[in-house]
């Protein structure tokens, strides 16, 4: 196969590969099952668009292959039970392109309050029964369309590991029964909590990875990204989902800006904001806005895009409002109370009231066990010692820093921080 045809397929698989999946996993109500049948149908499509040539509309040829070996699937089951009433019923709906036997589930899909295969899927891979690492792992390859390589190399996990996690995943959705549906009323709201945490920290790996010799992991930001819009589209009136969808776009802006030609990190102040893609931004102004009007008692994605707001609106560092931003994470830190929030906190009280003010609420939390192996703590207080000319000990805290992270990059930096103090 050349390459380039390989390449067109796959990129064709990554966009239809969600809503495919979720609609066979609707016909047979099981999401391994599903997902088997949409591979099937993507080897169908290796095999025949080499030779016969792209169809007009590759999306729908998938589908329509995938819900074909769904409905042979289940004709399987049937004969299996020995359910000859249902095999004849399964004819009459291929004709139709009706699924048999599942007319209470289509009732059902009716009446849900979304309606939708995608957000089924969504808080099928998000389901609070799994550990967050297989929710995460279960969220790239469902709804991402990312291999199994992919991920463990988005994660540097070795591939086994992230093949069985998605394995036992899978079998752990079906020993619990997981129902292929959407919650409604007041599980709604805490199963769509699962589904922004899956997604965010998803972001956050690709924003600024934990690990490896890359500052930034761009794919799996963007791919973050892309679920973020997903679920705002299919939650539009979920204030949250905006403004996860915001946060993400406004963060998103920057990605251009925060490298070097070497791939070495530019902290957000050093920043050519001539780079922030512009689009993004207008795209996550109106998501908040979007929050905002959906609900008053802000919640911590919709005030994290706020705060994100106020930097893309500023165009030098120095216009900044760091007053508003210190006033916002105060109020998160009551919405969402947690050492990462107050430190946060703090460096923008030292951008508003001054190094000194900064210093004095980072150096209530040195004694936070949470905190203790958190590089930021030191490398934040480092560059609040270093603003008050406390170059000393201001070195030896970037040096710490550069102790406890993992990322390659990251450690360059602070290392070359605290030699710039140093000289």
Known sequence: MHPATHDTIAAIWRLDAAKVVAVVARMVRDVAVAEDLAQEALLEALDHWPREGLPDKPGAWLMATAKRKGLDWLRQQALHAGKHDEIAADLEAQQAHVVPDFTDALDAARQDEIGDDLLRLVFTACHPVLPMDARVALTLRLLGGLTTHEIARAYLVPEPTIAQRLVRAKQKLRDAKVAFESPRGEQLHARLASVHEVIYLVFNEGYTATAGGDWMRPALAQEALRLARMVAELAPEDAESQGLAALLELQSSRTAARTDAQGRPILLADQDRGRWD??????????????????????????????????????????????????LYAELAIVQPSPVVELNRAVAVGMADG??????????????????????????????LARLGRNGEARDAFLAAAELAGNEREQALLRERAAALSA
Do not use: F
């Open 278 to 327: 512009r689009l993004l931004i207008r795209r996550g102004l109106v998501a908040l806005e979007r929050a905002e009007r959906l609900s008053t008692a802000r919640g911590p994605y919709t005030l994290q895009a706020a705060i994100a707001a106020c930097h893309a609106q500023a165009a030098q560092a120095a216009e900044t409002d760091w007053d508003r931003i210190a006033t």
């Open 355 to 384: 190094p000194a003010a900064g210093l004095e609420i980072v150096d209530g939390l040195l004694g936070d066990k949470l905190l203790q192996r958190y590089q930021w703590l030191h490398a934040v207080r480092g560059d609040l």
